[in-house]
C-alpha cells in the first residue's frame, strides 16, 4: 500500500513568491493532518482536516498560511507571500479515524522549504 | 493544556547497550493516547507505539519495551541490545479524546548508537 504522498520534497524558493504544498493521504483515512517541524518549535500542528472539513486551524501561523481540502485524496498548504521564517520541513499525516481520529497518524516523508 | 517532556536531549551508548527513552506527559483529561515515533536521518516519521489511557500493562516487541505509568505519568521507552539502525530522534507525543485529535509532541531525544 502506498503511505502518505507529499510533493515536491524540496522547495526553495525567494521571500515574497507563493508555495504551494501538496499532500495525498492514505485511501480510506478520514483525518489529515499538517505539521511544521522547525529546531526553534519542533513538531507542531498547522491545521487538521476530518472528512475534508477544517477541523482546528489554530496552530497556522498567520494569515499568509491557507489550506484545503477539496476531496478525500489531496490536500494542500499554501503560503503566499512566504517569507524566511517560513523554512522548515512541512509533514502531512493521515489516520484511519476508526477511533474519532485517535489512532496513529502515519506521516508523509516531509517538504523542506527554504524561503531565501 | 497538554505538555510531554523529554527531558533527555541526547543519548549515547555504545552499540550492544540498553538505553531507556524518558517521556512525561501532563493532561487533565483521564482519556488519552500516547505514542512514540522514530525520526531517522533519512528524516521521515515512523510510528512505533500507540496506548490508551486505561491499558497500563507493559508492552514488549522485539528489542522494544514501554512502561507506562499513570501514578508518575511517564510513558518511557527502553530499547535493548541496541544497534547502529537505533540511531533517530525519537519522539514522545501525547492525544487526548473529545473532540481533539491533534498530537501534542515532546521535542526529542537524539539517540545515538556508537558502533
Known amino acids: 500500500d502506498a503511505g502518505v504522498i507529499q510533493s515536491p520534497r524540496h522547495e526553495v524558493t525567494e521571500m515574497g513568491q507563493e508555495v504551494t504544498l501538496r499532500c495525498k493521504p492514505i485511501?480510506?483515512?478520514?483525518?489529515l493532518f499538517w505539521y511544521r517541524q522547525t529546531m526553534m518549535r519542533g513538531l507542531e500542528l498547522l491545521i487538521y482536516?476530518?472528512?475534508?472539513?477544517?477541523?482546528?486551524d489554530s496552530g497556522m501561523p498567520e494569515d499568509r498560511f491557507s489550506a484545503k481540502m477539496p476531496n478525500a485524496s489531496f490536500s494542500t498548504l499554501k503560503i503566499q507571500p512566504s517569507e524566511p521564517r517560513d523554512s522548515a520541513v512541512y509533514f502531512c499525516?493521515?489516520?484511519?479515524?476508526?477511533?474519532?481520529?485517535?489512532?496513529?497518524?502515519?506521516f508523509g516523508p516531509g517538504t523542506r522549504l527554504t524561503v531565501l | 493544556a497538554q505538555k510531554v517532556t523529554q527531558a533527555q536531549t541526547e543519548i549515547s551508548v555504545v552499540e550492544k547497550e540498553d538505553v531507556t527513552l524518558d517521556c512525561v506527559y501532563e493532561?487533565?483529561?483521564?482519556?488519552?493516547?500516547l505514542f512514540w515515533y522514530k525520526q531517522p536521518p533519512s528524516g521521515e516519521l515512523v510510528f512505533l507505539i500507540r496506548?490508551?489511557?486505561?491499558?497500563?500493562q507493559n508492552e514488549i516487541s522485539g528489542r522494544y519495551s514501554w512502561n507506562f505509568q499513570k501514578s508518575t505519568s511517564s510513558f518511557n521507552f527502553t530499547i535493548t541490545a541496541s544497534q547502529v539502525v537505533d540511531s533517530a530522534v525519537y519522539f514522545c507525543?501525547?492525544?487526548?479524546?473529545?473532540?481533539?485529535?491533534?498530537?501534542?509532541f515532546g521535542t526529542g531525544t537524539r539517540l545515538t548508537i556508537i558502533p
Open positions: 499525516a493521515s489516520s484511519l479515524g476508526r477511533d474519532r481520529g485517535l489512532d496513529e497518524q502515519f
Open positions: 485511501s480510506g483515512h478520514d483525518y
Open positions: 482536516f476530518n472528512n475534508n472539513v477544517p477541523i482546528d
Open positions: 493532561t487533565r483529561d483521564t482519556t488519552y493516547y
Open positions: 496506548r490508551n489511557s486505561f491499558d497500563e
Open positions: 507525543a501525547l492525544q487526548i479524546n473529545f473532540g481533539n485529535e491533534k498530537l501534542t
